[in-house]
Protein backbone atom coordinates (compact mmCIF):
# COMPACT_ATOMS: atom_id res chain seq x y z
CA UNK A 1 0.00 0.00 0.00
CA UNK A 2 1.73 3.01 -1.02
CA UNK A 3 1.06 6.20 -2.06
CA UNK A 4 3.27 7.68 -4.69
CA UNK A 5 3.77 10.94 -4.15
CA UNK A 6 5.04 13.57 -7.13
CA UNK A 7 6.40 16.17 -4.80
CA UNK A 8 7.99 18.88 -7.08
CA UNK A 9 8.15 18.13 -10.90
CA UNK A 10 5.73 20.54 -11.71
CA UNK A 11 5.81 22.74 -9.01
CA UNK A 12 9.18 23.83 -7.61
CA UNK A 13 10.26 25.87 -10.79
CA UNK A 14 7.64 28.10 -12.24
CA UNK A 15 10.07 30.59 -13.51
CA UNK A 16 10.74 32.94 -16.49
CA UNK A 17 13.78 32.08 -18.82
CA UNK A 18 15.41 35.67 -17.33
CA UNK A 19 14.97 34.95 -13.96
CA UNK A 20 17.15 31.15 -14.83
CA UNK A 21 19.86 33.01 -16.30
CA UNK A 22 19.62 35.41 -13.50
CA UNK A 23 20.14 32.23 -11.03
CA UNK A 24 23.26 31.34 -12.83
CA UNK A 25 24.95 34.77 -12.32
CA UNK A 26 26.88 33.27 -9.40
CA UNK A 27 29.57 35.85 -8.06
CA UNK A 28 32.95 34.17 -7.62
CA UNK A 29 33.14 32.73 -4.07
CA UNK A 30 35.28 30.04 -2.00
CA UNK A 31 35.22 26.54 -3.84
CA UNK A 32 33.61 24.82 -0.43
CA UNK A 33 33.63 26.23 3.09
CA UNK A 34 36.05 24.20 4.23
CA UNK A 35 38.40 27.32 4.22
CA UNK A 36 35.76 29.67 4.87
CA UNK A 37 35.84 29.91 8.49
CA UNK A 38 39.40 30.88 10.32
CA UNK A 39 39.33 29.00 13.41
CA UNK A 40 41.29 25.75 13.15
CA UNK A 41 38.33 22.57 12.64
CA UNK A 42 37.01 21.40 16.08
CA UNK A 43 37.21 17.48 17.02
CA UNK A 44 33.89 15.35 16.82
CA UNK A 45 31.29 16.63 19.45
CA UNK A 46 31.06 14.26 21.87
CA UNK A 47 28.15 11.33 22.02
CA UNK A 48 26.82 12.76 24.85
CA UNK A 49 26.01 16.15 23.76
CA UNK A 50 22.29 17.76 22.53
CA UNK A 51 21.26 17.47 26.12
CA UNK A 52 17.86 19.35 26.79
CA UNK A 53 16.49 22.29 24.54
CA UNK A 54 19.12 23.89 22.21
CA UNK A 55 19.84 27.47 21.47
CA UNK A 56 22.49 29.26 18.47
CA UNK A 57 25.85 30.87 18.87
CA UNK A 58 26.92 32.68 15.81
CA UNK A 59 26.58 29.22 13.22
CA UNK A 60 26.58 26.45 15.47
CA UNK A 61 23.51 25.06 17.48
CA UNK A 62 24.18 24.63 20.92
CA UNK A 63 22.86 22.05 23.81
CA UNK A 64 21.75 23.18 27.15
CA UNK A 65 25.38 22.71 28.51
CA UNK A 66 26.78 24.82 25.37
CA UNK A 67 28.42 21.51 23.90
CA UNK A 68 27.85 22.19 19.48
CA UNK A 69 25.49 20.04 18.17
CA UNK A 70 24.70 19.03 14.67
CA UNK A 71 21.50 17.67 13.26
CA UNK A 72 22.06 14.37 10.87
CA UNK A 73 18.92 13.21 10.24
CA UNK A 74 16.13 12.09 8.01
CA UNK A 75 12.45 13.30 7.13
CA UNK A 76 9.94 10.94 8.09
CA UNK A 77 6.39 12.62 5.93
CA UNK A 78 3.03 11.47 6.28
CA UNK A 79 1.06 13.37 8.82
CA UNK A 80 0.71 15.68 5.84
CA UNK A 81 -0.96 13.96 3.20
CA UNK A 82 -4.37 12.01 3.28
CA UNK A 83 -3.67 9.54 5.80
CA UNK A 84 -2.63 12.10 8.81
CA UNK A 85 -0.29 9.88 9.60
CA UNK A 86 3.37 9.09 8.81
CA UNK A 87 3.82 6.56 6.34
CA UNK A 88 4.74 3.08 6.30
CA UNK A 89 2.55 1.84 9.68
CA UNK A 90 0.76 -0.10 6.87
CA UNK A 91 3.97 -2.37 6.78
CA UNK A 92 5.74 -1.94 10.21
CA UNK A 93 5.95 -0.85 14.26
CA UNK A 94 6.59 2.69 14.65
CA UNK A 95 9.04 1.56 16.91
CA UNK A 96 11.21 -0.87 14.69
CA UNK A 97 11.54 1.88 12.26
CA UNK A 98 12.59 4.44 14.77
CA UNK A 99 14.84 2.02 15.73
CA UNK A 100 16.57 1.06 12.75
CA UNK A 101 16.94 4.96 12.19
CA UNK A 102 19.08 4.99 15.14
CA UNK A 103 20.91 2.08 13.96
CA UNK A 104 21.74 4.12 10.86
CA UNK A 105 23.46 7.40 12.27
CA UNK A 106 20.76 9.15 11.85
CA UNK A 107 19.56 11.31 14.75
CA UNK A 108 16.98 13.89 13.93
CA UNK A 109 13.67 13.27 12.74
CA UNK A 110 11.96 16.16 10.60
CA UNK A 111 8.32 15.38 11.34
CA UNK A 112 6.00 17.22 8.40
CA UNK A 113 2.26 18.02 8.93
CA UNK A 114 -0.53 19.85 7.75
CA UNK A 115 -3.01 21.66 9.66
CA UNK A 116 -5.64 19.48 9.24
CA UNK A 117 -4.31 17.11 12.12
CA UNK A 118 -5.57 19.67 14.67
CA UNK A 119 -9.34 18.88 13.22
CA UNK A 120 -8.96 15.45 14.95
CA UNK A 121 -8.49 14.16 12.05
CA UNK A 122 -7.89 9.73 12.42
CA UNK A 123 -4.97 8.55 10.57
CA UNK A 124 -5.44 5.70 7.98
CA UNK A 125 -3.46 2.84 7.24
CA UNK A 126 -2.46 1.93 10.27
CA UNK A 127 -1.69 -1.83 11.06
CA UNK A 128 -2.37 -3.26 14.66
CA UNK A 129 -1.94 -6.62 13.38
CA UNK A 130 -0.25 -9.41 16.31
CA UNK A 131 0.77 -6.30 18.50
CA UNK A 132 1.60 -4.43 15.51
CA UNK A 133 1.52 -0.84 16.61
CA UNK A 134 -0.64 -2.13 19.34
CA UNK A 135 -0.45 1.11 21.10
CA UNK A 136 -1.78 3.28 18.53
CA UNK A 137 -5.49 1.82 17.66
CA UNK A 138 -8.29 4.42 18.59
CA UNK A 139 -5.52 7.29 19.24
CA UNK A 140 -6.20 10.26 16.56
CA UNK A 141 -3.45 12.30 14.23
CA UNK A 142 -1.90 14.35 17.05
CA UNK A 143 -2.29 11.75 19.62
CA UNK A 144 -0.22 9.65 16.99
CA UNK A 145 2.35 11.90 16.58
CA UNK A 146 2.39 12.27 20.41
CA UNK A 147 3.75 8.40 20.41
CA UNK A 148 6.27 8.73 17.91
CA UNK A 149 7.47 11.61 19.56
CA UNK A 150 7.65 10.18 22.67
CA UNK A 151 9.31 7.02 21.50
CA UNK A 152 11.86 8.64 19.59
CA UNK A 153 13.19 10.99 22.65
CA UNK A 154 13.42 8.34 24.61
CA UNK A 155 16.10 6.04 22.36
CA UNK A 156 17.90 9.51 21.71
CA UNK A 157 16.36 11.26 18.88
CA UNK A 158 15.50 14.78 18.31
CA UNK A 159 12.38 15.82 16.24
CA UNK A 160 11.51 19.23 14.31
CA UNK A 161 8.22 19.37 13.32
CA UNK A 162 7.55 20.79 9.75
CA UNK A 163 4.45 22.83 9.33
CA UNK A 164 4.22 21.35 5.64
CA UNK A 165 1.40 22.29 4.31
CA UNK A 166 -2.06 24.19 5.12
CA UNK A 167 -3.98 21.18 4.78
CA UNK A 168 -3.77 18.21 3.35
CA UNK A 169 -4.37 18.83 -0.10
CA UNK A 170 -1.35 20.39 -1.04
CA UNK A 171 1.50 22.72 -0.90
CA UNK A 172 0.96 26.75 -0.72
CA UNK A 173 3.25 29.28 -2.06
CA UNK A 174 2.55 31.31 1.25
CA UNK A 175 1.88 30.64 4.81
CA UNK A 176 -1.50 31.06 4.17
CA UNK A 177 -4.56 30.38 1.84
CA UNK A 178 -8.25 31.52 1.86
CA UNK A 179 -9.45 28.35 3.98
CA UNK A 180 -6.28 28.63 6.22
CA UNK A 181 -5.78 31.98 7.32
CA UNK A 182 -2.92 33.40 8.94
CA UNK A 183 -4.82 33.59 12.17
CA UNK A 184 -5.54 29.59 11.92
CA UNK A 185 -1.58 29.26 11.13
CA UNK A 186 -0.31 30.94 14.25
CA UNK A 187 -2.99 29.59 16.53
CA UNK A 188 -1.87 25.99 15.48
CA UNK A 189 1.49 27.17 15.81
CA UNK A 190 1.44 27.96 19.16
CA UNK A 191 -0.87 24.94 19.99
CA UNK A 192 1.53 22.37 18.65
CA UNK A 193 4.17 24.20 20.70
CA UNK A 194 2.68 24.27 23.94
CA UNK A 195 1.43 20.78 23.22
CA UNK A 196 5.42 19.28 23.43
CA UNK A 197 6.45 22.03 25.88
CA UNK A 198 8.67 20.17 28.51
CA UNK A 199 9.20 17.67 26.14
CA UNK A 200 13.35 18.74 25.28
CA UNK A 201 12.76 15.80 22.36
CA UNK A 202 11.03 18.17 20.19
CA UNK A 203 13.86 20.70 19.74
CA UNK A 204 12.25 23.37 17.36
CA UNK A 205 9.20 23.83 14.75
CA UNK A 206 10.17 24.73 10.63
CA UNK A 207 7.20 27.20 10.33
CA UNK A 208 6.06 27.04 6.50
CA UNK A 209 7.80 24.28 3.98
CA UNK A 210 8.64 25.89 0.83
CA UNK A 211 7.57 29.50 0.29
CA UNK A 212 7.74 30.52 -3.31
CA UNK A 213 6.64 33.24 -5.79
CA UNK A 214 5.17 35.25 -5.05
CA UNK A 215 6.02 35.02 -1.41
CA UNK A 216 9.32 37.53 -0.92
CA UNK A 217 11.91 38.55 1.40
CA UNK A 218 12.27 41.93 2.86
CA UNK A 219 9.83 43.25 0.54
CA UNK A 220 7.71 45.09 3.21
CA UNK A 221 4.40 43.38 2.27
CA UNK A 222 2.76 41.92 4.85
CA UNK A 223 0.66 39.98 2.56
CA UNK A 224 3.72 38.67 1.27
CA UNK A 225 7.16 38.70 2.97
CA UNK A 226 8.26 36.25 4.47
CA UNK A 227 10.37 37.23 6.78
CA UNK A 228 7.76 39.38 8.02
CA UNK A 229 5.63 36.64 8.52
CA UNK A 230 8.48 34.17 10.09
CA UNK A 231 8.85 36.49 12.92
CA UNK A 232 5.40 36.72 13.42
CA UNK A 233 5.59 32.97 13.31
CA UNK A 234 8.65 32.81 15.29
CA UNK A 235 7.00 34.56 17.88
CA UNK A 236 3.59 32.64 18.05
CA UNK A 237 5.84 29.40 19.00
CA UNK A 238 8.64 31.32 21.40
CA UNK A 239 5.00 32.67 23.60
CA UNK A 240 4.14 28.74 24.14
CA UNK A 241 7.53 27.71 24.68
CA UNK A 242 10.25 30.18 24.39
CA UNK A 243 13.05 27.47 24.30
CA UNK A 244 12.50 25.95 20.96
CA UNK A 245 14.35 26.83 17.77
CA UNK A 246 12.69 28.53 15.29
CA UNK A 247 13.57 26.89 11.50
CA UNK A 248 12.84 29.66 8.85
CA UNK A 249 13.19 28.47 5.50
CA UNK A 250 14.14 30.48 2.19
CA UNK A 251 12.12 31.67 -0.47
CA UNK A 252 12.12 31.23 -4.26
CA UNK A 253 13.08 34.40 -5.82
CA UNK A 254 15.44 37.65 -4.19
CA UNK A 255 16.12 40.87 -6.49
CA UNK A 256 15.31 38.58 -9.68
CA UNK A 257 17.89 35.59 -8.75
CA UNK A 258 16.13 32.45 -8.66
CA UNK A 259 16.64 28.59 -6.91
CA UNK A 260 14.74 25.84 -5.57
CA UNK A 261 11.52 26.56 -3.65
CA UNK A 262 12.41 27.90 0.03
CA UNK A 263 16.06 27.70 -0.71
CA UNK A 264 16.71 31.23 -1.01
CA UNK A 265 18.39 32.67 1.47
CA UNK A 266 20.21 35.47 0.15
CA UNK A 267 18.32 38.08 1.90
CA UNK A 268 18.77 37.05 5.15
CA UNK A 269 22.02 38.72 5.73
CA UNK A 270 20.75 41.92 4.57
CA UNK A 271 17.10 40.98 6.69
CA UNK A 272 17.30 39.09 9.54
CA UNK A 273 14.44 37.33 10.97
CA UNK A 274 14.77 39.02 14.37
CA UNK A 275 12.70 37.64 17.15
CA UNK A 276 12.12 38.72 20.91
CA UNK A 277 14.23 35.98 22.22
CA UNK A 278 17.76 36.18 21.06
CA UNK A 279 19.69 32.79 19.66
CA UNK A 280 16.53 31.08 18.07
CA UNK A 281 16.55 31.17 14.49
CA UNK A 282 18.09 28.63 12.35
CA UNK A 283 18.02 29.40 8.69
CA UNK A 284 16.93 26.49 6.43
CA UNK A 285 17.25 25.66 2.43
CA UNK A 286 16.16 22.97 0.33
CA UNK A 287 18.03 21.18 -2.61
CA UNK A 288 17.28 18.54 -4.75
CA UNK A 289 18.96 16.96 -8.04
CA UNK A 290 17.63 16.45 -11.48
CA UNK A 291 15.63 13.77 -10.35
CA UNK A 292 13.06 16.23 -9.01
CA UNK A 293 13.97 19.23 -11.84
CA UNK A 294 16.45 20.24 -14.19
CA UNK A 295 18.16 23.88 -13.37
CA UNK A 296 20.32 25.55 -15.28
CA UNK A 297 23.53 24.63 -13.29
CA UNK A 298 23.37 20.90 -13.79
CA UNK A 299 24.28 21.57 -17.60
CA UNK A 300 26.97 24.32 -16.97
CA UNK A 301 30.20 22.92 -18.32
CA UNK A 302 31.76 23.36 -14.97
CA UNK A 303 29.41 21.26 -12.64
CA UNK A 304 29.64 20.15 -10.29
CA UNK A 305 32.45 21.91 -9.49
CA UNK A 306 30.50 25.44 -9.92
CA UNK A 307 27.96 24.06 -7.00
CA UNK A 308 29.48 25.48 -4.00
CA UNK A 309 29.51 29.05 -5.55
CA UNK A 310 26.16 28.33 -6.00
CA UNK A 311 25.14 26.81 -2.34
CA UNK A 312 27.87 29.81 -1.07
CA UNK A 313 25.47 32.72 -2.59
CA UNK A 314 21.95 31.11 -1.83
CA UNK A 315 22.30 30.04 1.77
CA UNK A 316 25.91 29.43 2.79
CA UNK A 317 27.27 31.90 2.89
CA UNK A 318 25.22 32.54 6.33
CA UNK A 319 27.55 30.07 7.90
CA UNK A 320 30.35 31.20 6.54
CA UNK A 321 30.05 34.61 7.98
CA UNK A 322 29.45 33.04 10.98
CA UNK A 323 25.74 35.05 11.03
CA UNK A 324 23.73 32.12 11.65
CA UNK A 325 23.28 28.70 11.89
CA UNK A 326 22.04 26.47 8.34
CA UNK A 327 20.09 23.29 8.41
CA UNK A 328 19.49 21.41 4.72
CA UNK A 329 16.13 20.69 5.66
CA UNK A 330 15.60 18.61 2.53
CA UNK A 331 17.64 17.25 -0.51
CA UNK A 332 17.27 13.92 -2.02
CA UNK A 333 17.10 12.29 -5.56
CA UNK A 334 16.70 8.67 -7.01
CA UNK A 335 20.48 8.74 -7.52
CA UNK A 336 19.94 7.36 -10.69
CA UNK A 337 21.45 9.40 -13.24
CA UNK A 338 25.48 10.44 -13.09
CA UNK A 339 24.34 13.84 -12.62
CA UNK A 340 22.61 13.66 -9.60
CA UNK A 341 25.16 10.83 -7.95
CA UNK A 342 27.95 14.00 -9.01
CA UNK A 343 25.25 16.56 -7.16
CA UNK A 344 25.29 14.51 -3.81
CA UNK A 345 29.02 13.89 -3.48
CA UNK A 346 29.43 17.47 -4.25
CA UNK A 347 26.71 18.49 -1.32
CA UNK A 348 28.20 15.98 0.72
CA UNK A 349 31.54 17.68 0.68
CA UNK A 350 30.50 21.06 1.18
CA UNK A 351 28.51 20.13 4.37
CA UNK A 352 31.45 19.46 5.94
CA UNK A 353 32.39 15.40 7.17
CA UNK A 354 31.58 15.32 10.70
CA UNK A 355 35.15 13.34 11.01
CA UNK A 356 37.00 16.64 9.92
CA UNK A 357 34.44 19.31 11.74
CA UNK A 358 32.84 17.85 14.07
CA UNK A 359 29.59 19.89 14.84
CA UNK A 360 30.89 22.74 13.31
CA UNK A 361 28.85 21.94 10.03
CA UNK A 362 25.90 22.36 8.43
CA UNK A 363 23.30 20.27 9.95
CA UNK A 364 20.72 18.40 7.31
CA UNK A 365 17.58 15.93 7.17
CA UNK A 366 17.40 13.80 4.32
CA UNK A 367 14.69 13.64 2.07
CA UNK A 368 13.24 10.83 2.74
CA UNK A 369 13.19 7.96 5.05
CA UNK A 370 10.27 6.94 2.71
CA UNK A 371 10.33 5.13 -0.22
CA UNK A 372 6.99 6.17 -1.73
CA UNK A 373 8.43 10.16 -2.88
CA UNK A 374 8.15 9.60 -6.07
CA UNK A 375 10.75 11.79 -7.11
CA UNK A 376 13.64 10.92 -4.96
CA UNK A 377 12.84 7.30 -3.33
CA UNK A 378 13.97 7.26 -0.08
CA UNK A 379 16.73 5.23 2.23
CA UNK A 380 14.01 2.38 2.67
CA UNK A 381 12.98 0.50 -0.28
CA UNK A 382 9.56 -0.06 -1.28
CA UNK A 383 9.53 -3.17 0.99
CA UNK A 384 9.60 -0.61 4.00
CA UNK A 385 12.09 -2.91 5.49
CA UNK A 386 15.58 -3.04 3.78
CA UNK A 387 18.14 -0.24 3.33
CA UNK A 388 19.03 1.09 0.08
CA UNK A 389 22.63 1.33 0.78
CA UNK A 390 24.42 3.16 -1.81
CA UNK A 391 22.04 6.16 -1.02
CA UNK A 392 22.48 5.67 2.56
CA UNK A 393 26.34 4.83 1.91
CA UNK A 394 26.76 8.84 0.43
CA UNK A 395 25.51 10.01 3.58
CA UNK A 396 27.98 8.61 5.99
CA UNK A 397 30.53 11.27 6.52
CA UNK A 398 28.09 13.48 7.37
CA UNK A 399 26.39 11.19 9.85
CA UNK A 400 27.06 13.06 13.44
CA UNK A 401 26.47 11.11 17.20
CA UNK A 402 23.48 10.36 18.38
CA UNK A 403 21.73 12.09 21.85
CA UNK A 404 20.90 11.05 25.45
CA UNK A 405 17.30 9.69 25.62
CA UNK A 406 14.67 12.21 26.84
CA UNK A 407 12.54 9.87 28.12
CA UNK A 408 9.85 11.92 27.13
CA UNK A 409 11.09 14.83 28.65
CA UNK A 410 11.32 15.45 32.58
CA UNK A 411 11.22 11.54 32.83
CA UNK A 412 8.82 9.19 32.34
CA UNK A 413 7.96 7.13 35.59
CA UNK A 414 4.29 5.66 34.12
CA UNK A 415 3.56 1.74 34.30
CA UNK A 416 2.34 0.33 31.52
CA UNK A 417 -0.96 -1.07 32.09
CA UNK A 418 -0.89 -4.68 33.25
CA UNK A 419 -1.67 -7.45 30.34
CA UNK A 420 -4.89 -9.51 29.97
CA UNK A 421 -6.03 -12.17 28.78
CA UNK A 422 -2.99 -14.31 29.05
CA UNK A 423 -3.81 -17.77 27.25
CA UNK A 424 -2.47 -21.53 26.76
CA UNK A 425 -2.73 -21.70 23.14
CA UNK A 426 -0.60 -24.99 22.37
CA UNK A 427 1.17 -27.83 24.11
CA UNK A 428 3.53 -30.07 23.18
CA UNK A 429 5.53 -32.24 25.03
CA UNK A 430 8.40 -29.93 24.87
CA UNK A 431 6.89 -26.93 24.66
CA UNK A 432 3.86 -24.44 25.59
CA UNK A 433 2.99 -21.54 23.58
CA UNK A 434 1.18 -18.28 25.21
CA UNK A 435 -1.04 -15.31 24.18
CA UNK A 436 -2.04 -12.25 25.50
CA UNK A 437 -4.00 -9.04 25.28
CA UNK A 438 -1.56 -5.43 24.21
CA UNK A 439 -0.93 -3.41 27.18
CA UNK A 440 -0.88 0.56 26.75
CA UNK A 441 1.47 2.86 28.14
CA UNK A 442 1.63 6.97 27.78
CA UNK A 443 4.51 6.43 25.71
CA UNK A 444 4.73 3.06 24.25
CA UNK A 445 5.01 -0.24 25.77
CA UNK A 446 8.20 -2.22 23.70
CA UNK A 447 8.51 -5.45 25.16
CA UNK A 448 7.00 -8.10 27.37
CA UNK A 449 8.60 -10.05 29.74
CA UNK A 450 7.61 -13.27 30.44
CA UNK A 451 7.73 -15.52 33.58
CA UNK A 452 7.83 -19.27 34.46
CA UNK A 453 7.09 -19.33 37.60
CA UNK A 454 9.98 -16.62 39.32
CA UNK A 455 12.13 -16.92 36.52
CA UNK A 456 11.77 -14.39 33.34
CA UNK A 457 12.65 -16.96 30.65
CA UNK A 458 12.16 -14.29 27.64
CA UNK A 459 11.33 -10.88 26.50
CA UNK A 460 8.83 -10.84 23.59
CA UNK A 461 7.91 -7.20 21.52
CA UNK A 462 4.28 -9.22 19.83
CA UNK A 463 1.54 -10.77 22.31
CA UNK A 464 2.48 -14.44 21.84
CA UNK A 465 5.30 -16.28 22.77
CA UNK A 466 6.52 -20.22 22.62
CA UNK A 467 8.01 -21.63 25.42
CA UNK A 468 10.42 -24.82 24.64
CA UNK A 469 12.98 -26.95 25.94
CA UNK A 470 10.67 -28.00 28.41
CA UNK A 471 9.82 -31.58 30.39
CA UNK A 472 7.20 -33.81 29.48
CA UNK A 473 4.15 -33.97 31.29
CA UNK A 474 5.13 -31.50 33.85
CA UNK A 475 2.79 -28.27 34.40
CA UNK A 476 3.94 -24.81 34.70
CA UNK A 477 2.69 -21.50 35.13
CA UNK A 478 3.11 -18.27 33.62
CA UNK A 479 2.90 -14.57 34.09
CA UNK A 480 3.38 -11.42 31.86
CA UNK A 481 4.34 -8.09 32.65
CA UNK A 482 4.79 -5.19 29.94
CA UNK A 483 7.88 -2.90 29.45
CA UNK A 484 7.88 0.30 27.98
CA UNK A 485 11.08 2.18 26.82
CA UNK A 486 12.20 3.81 29.67
CA UNK A 487 12.24 0.76 31.56
CA UNK A 488 8.87 1.11 33.70
CA UNK A 489 7.19 -2.08 34.57
CA UNK A 490 3.38 -3.41 34.61
CA UNK A 491 2.18 -5.64 37.71
CA UNK A 492 2.07 -9.46 36.94
CA UNK A 493 -0.93 -10.71 34.29
CA UNK A 494 -2.94 -13.31 35.86
CA UNK A 495 -0.97 -16.46 36.06
CA UNK A 496 -2.12 -19.19 33.92
CA UNK A 497 -0.98 -22.99 34.14
CA UNK A 498 -0.34 -25.65 31.24
CA UNK A 499 0.88 -28.74 31.18
CA UNK A 500 2.88 -30.00 28.60
CA UNK A 501 1.91 -33.48 26.56
CA UNK A 502 3.04 -36.70 27.64
CA UNK A 503 6.84 -38.03 26.65
CA UNK A 504 6.83 -39.29 22.85
CA UNK A 505 4.23 -36.93 21.67
CA UNK A 506 5.90 -34.72 19.31
CA UNK A 507 2.72 -32.60 17.92
CA UNK A 508 3.33 -29.51 15.85
CA UNK A 509 2.27 -27.94 12.96
CA UNK A 510 2.56 -24.13 10.22
CA UNK A 511 0.27 -22.20 8.80
CA UNK A 512 0.39 -20.72 5.68
CA UNK A 513 -2.09 -17.25 4.54
CA UNK A 514 -2.91 -16.26 1.35
CA UNK A 515 -5.18 -13.68 0.55
CA UNK A 516 -7.94 -12.94 -2.82
CA UNK A 517 -8.89 -9.25 -2.02
CA UNK A 518 -10.65 -7.27 -4.15
CA UNK A 519 -10.93 -3.77 -1.60
CA UNK A 520 -14.50 -4.28 -0.12
CA UNK A 521 -13.79 -7.76 0.73
CA UNK A 522 -12.02 -11.00 0.90
CA UNK A 523 -11.37 -13.93 1.01
CA UNK A 524 -8.17 -16.16 2.80
CA UNK A 525 -7.20 -19.54 2.38
CA UNK A 526 -4.77 -21.00 5.19
CA UNK A 527 -3.07 -24.70 4.45
CA UNK A 528 -2.55 -25.89 7.92
CA UNK A 529 0.90 -28.54 7.70
CA UNK A 530 2.09 -31.32 10.40
CA UNK A 531 5.74 -30.43 11.02
CA UNK A 532 5.69 -33.53 14.12
CA UNK A 533 7.02 -36.64 14.17
CA UNK A 534 3.06 -37.91 15.03
CA UNK A 535 -0.56 -37.63 13.27
CA UNK A 536 -1.87 -34.70 14.98
CA UNK A 537 -5.35 -34.80 17.33
CA UNK A 538 -6.27 -31.36 16.60
CA UNK A 539 -4.89 -27.86 15.28
CA UNK A 540 -6.05 -24.56 15.88
CA UNK A 541 -4.87 -21.48 14.33
CA UNK A 542 -4.65 -18.04 15.19
CA UNK A 543 -3.76 -14.83 13.85
CA UNK A 544 -4.89 -10.73 14.16
CA UNK A 545 -6.91 -8.56 11.95
CA UNK A 546 -7.76 -4.80 12.37
CA UNK A 547 -11.58 -4.80 13.82
CA UNK A 548 -12.02 -2.82 10.13
CA UNK A 549 -12.19 -6.93 8.75
CA UNK A 550 -14.80 -8.38 9.37
CA UNK A 551 -15.42 -12.45 8.98
CA UNK A 552 -18.34 -12.89 7.24
CA UNK A 553 -18.40 -17.07 6.62
CA UNK A 554 -15.82 -20.08 6.58
CA UNK A 555 -15.61 -23.63 5.31
CA UNK A 556 -13.45 -26.56 6.24
CA UNK A 557 -12.45 -25.03 10.26
CA UNK A 558 -14.33 -23.43 13.21
CA UNK A 559 -13.75 -19.73 12.77
CA UNK A 560 -14.13 -17.36 15.15
CA UNK A 561 -13.75 -13.33 15.70
CA UNK A 562 -13.37 -11.49 18.69
CA UNK A 563 -12.15 -8.20 18.57
CA UNK A 564 -8.67 -7.98 16.50
CA UNK A 565 -8.20 -12.15 16.81
CA UNK A 566 -9.12 -14.39 14.24
CA UNK A 567 -9.22 -18.06 15.56
CA UNK A 568 -10.14 -20.99 13.89
CA UNK A 569 -10.00 -24.87 14.72
CA UNK A 570 -9.90 -28.11 13.19
CA UNK A 571 -13.93 -29.50 12.17
CA UNK A 572 -14.35 -33.53 13.21
CA UNK A 573 -13.13 -34.83 10.14
CA UNK A 574 -9.63 -32.76 9.60
CA UNK A 575 -8.74 -32.74 12.91
CA UNK A 576 -5.84 -35.56 11.80
CA UNK A 577 -2.94 -35.00 10.03
CA UNK A 578 -0.42 -37.78 9.30
CA UNK A 579 3.50 -36.38 9.44
CA UNK A 580 4.02 -33.94 6.88
CA UNK A 581 0.43 -34.35 6.19
CA UNK A 582 -2.04 -30.96 5.59
CA UNK A 583 -5.61 -29.58 5.17
CA UNK A 584 -6.76 -26.32 4.01
CA UNK A 585 -9.73 -23.83 5.18
CA UNK A 586 -11.34 -20.60 3.93
CA UNK A 587 -12.54 -17.44 5.88
CA UNK A 588 -14.42 -14.99 3.91
CA UNK A 589 -14.27 -11.00 5.09
CA UNK A 590 -16.04 -7.84 4.81
CA UNK A 591 -13.97 -4.76 5.10
CA UNK A 592 -15.73 -1.82 7.19
CA UNK A 593 -12.94 0.32 7.02
CA UNK A 594 -10.80 1.04 3.78
CA UNK A 595 -7.70 1.53 5.03
CA UNK A 596 -7.81 -2.04 6.63
CA UNK A 597 -4.47 -4.02 6.11
CA UNK A 598 -5.54 -7.63 5.62
CA UNK A 599 -2.12 -9.55 5.65
CA UNK A 600 -1.54 -11.48 8.74
CA UNK A 601 0.88 -13.77 10.23
CA UNK A 602 -0.97 -17.12 11.51
CA UNK A 603 0.59 -19.34 14.78
CA UNK A 604 -0.73 -23.12 14.23
CA UNK A 605 -0.39 -24.80 17.04
CA UNK A 606 -1.60 -28.94 17.97
CA UNK A 607 -1.99 -31.48 19.91
CA UNK A 608 -1.47 -35.51 19.16
Known amino acids: MRLQLRRRLTRRLGRSAAALAAATAVVAAPTGLHAAHAAAPTAPAAASAGAGYWHTNGRQILDEANQPVRIAGINWFGFE ?3 YVAHGLWSRDYKSMIDQMKSLGYNTIRMPYSDDIFKGTQPASINTSGGMNADLAGLNSLQVMDKLVGYAGSVGLKVI ?19 VPESTWLANLKSIAARYAGNTAVVGIDLHNE ?3 PACWGCGDTATDWRLAAQRGGEAVLSANSKLLIFVEGVQTFNGSSTWWGGNLQGAGQYPVQLSVPNRVVYSAHDY ?3 VAQQPWF ?5 PANMPAIWDKNWGYL ?3 DIAPVWVGEFGTTLQSTTDQQWLKALVQYLRPTAQYGADSLSWTFWSWNPNSGDTGGILNDDWTTVNTVKDGYLADIKAPGFGGTGGG ?3 TTVPSTPAGLTVTGTTASSISLSWTAATDNTGVTGYDVYRGSAKVATATATSYTDSGLTAATAYSYTV ?4 AAGNVSAASTAVTATTAPAGSNAGCTAALTLNDWGTGLTANVTVTNTGTTPTKSWKVVWQWPTGLKVTGSWSADVQQSGQTVSAANLAYNGVLAPAGSTTFGVQATRTDSGAVATAVPTCTATS
Open 81 to 83: TGN
Open 161 to 179: LDRHRPDSGGQSALWYTSA
Open 211 to 213: PHD
Open 289 to 291: ATS
Open 299 to 303: SDPSF
Open 319 to 321: FKQ
Open 410 to 412: GGD
Open 481 to 484: RARD
